[in-house]
């Protein structure tokens, strides 16, 4: 057995940021300690290192912290909008989370 010295960070995908991160204080009296929106990555990365479908992408992410452990990582993940004609209607497809 390998043994294991500590835990940096574990990231979870969520529907709804807001919800999730007033969770976490409510519950554990976390703090946020980085706030990124818009995270720009490719479909490869996406798929490789998070296991989302292609078409997809980082909407928000927040690190967090509960006491004196690790990190909570917080993503919320969206469709890519695509360009269409400008008589069409764009929607994006709803938030995806693998705990739905």
């Known amino acids: 057995m390998v043994p294991i010295y500590g835990l940096h960070h574990i990231g979870l995908t969520v529907p709804n940021m807001d919800e999730a991160v007033r969770f976490f204080e409510t519950m554990f009296g976390a703090v946020t300690v ?6 720009n990555v490719d479909d490869e990365f996406m798929k490789l290192r998070l296991g989302v479908p292609a078409g997809r992408r980082i909407e928000q992410q927040r690190v967090i912290v509960c006491g ?16 269409r004609p400008s008589n069409a209607t764009a929607k994006s497809a709803p938030a995806i989370s693998p705990f739905r």
């Open 34 to 39: 980085l706030r990124v929106d818009g995270v």
């Open 68 to 83: 004196a452990g690790g990190n909570l990582g917080c993503s919320s993940i969206a469709a890519r909008m695509t360009l």
